[in-house]
């Protein structure tokens, strides 16, 4: 912000609001928020996460209705970014490599509607950048088998109780267990490089 005195004047319009008009957000479902929370959370130039819930019918979704009943809902997680530093294009192929996008009834322990993998795209821009990648990694066949991630219109976003958010900040040890107990790490790991030397 100092900077913002020894500027121009039109710096210091673009300096008064830091930001605010260069972020961008982007929408990903890979099963267990915690663990897609905490992926993005690693990459340069993502500024937050927010875990919640997307897709479905129920306003104000509660964990144990998206968890337990039909709801529509996929556990999500509404990225903000700066694309100055990180693209939209560098999102999606960060996604589509830590999860497993070749199973379509869940991911890893987590079985069900709610835990599948979805993009869900705010424009026609995002969609052919979704649409692209999974066309190149099926070309590829570094999978050995079709990717079966769903390529969504976007929806609203209902965040999460605050108890999902930063989960594995808050419960470190409860939540290195539960991902290293449910073989996610393990399984991407697996499914990229069985499909690449061909097993």
Not at 78 to 102: C, E, G, N, Q
Not at 105 to 134: H, I, L, M, P, W
Not at 145 to 153: E, Q, W
Not at 164 to 184: F, I, S
Request: contains cysteine.
């Amino acid at each position: 912000m100092a900077l913002g005195f020894f500027s121009s004047a039109g710096a210091q319009d673009q300096v008064s609001s830091p930001d605010a008009k260069r972020l961008s957000t982007a929408v990903f479902a890979g099963g267990c928020f915690w663990c897609v929370e905490a992926d993005f959370d690693k990459v340069d130039g993502v500024v937050s996460t927010v875990s919640g819930y997307t897709g479905g019918t129920v306003v104000n979704p509660t964990y144990e209705q998206v968890s337990h009943k039909k709801t529509g809902h996929y556990e999500a997680v509404k990225v903000t970014y700066d694309p100055d530093k990180v693209s939209y294009d560098a999102l999606v192929d960060y996604y589509f490599h830590h999860i497993d996008p070749t199973d379509s009834t869940g991911q890893f322990c987590d079985k069900g509607d709610s835990y599948r993998s979805a993009v869900f795209v705010a424009n026609a821009d995002q969609r052919e950048v979704a649409e692209t990648e999974v066309e190149m990694i099926d070309h590829s066949g570094v999978l050995g088998t079709p990717v079966v991630t769903k390529i969504l219109d976007a929806s609203t976003f209902w965040p999460a109780e605050d108890y999902h958010q930063d989960y594995y900040k808050k419960n470190p040890l409860k939540y290195r267990y539960y991902r290293t107990a449910c073989g996610r790490d393990a399984r991407v790991k697996k499914v990229w490089a069985d499909g690449a030397s061909g097993h």
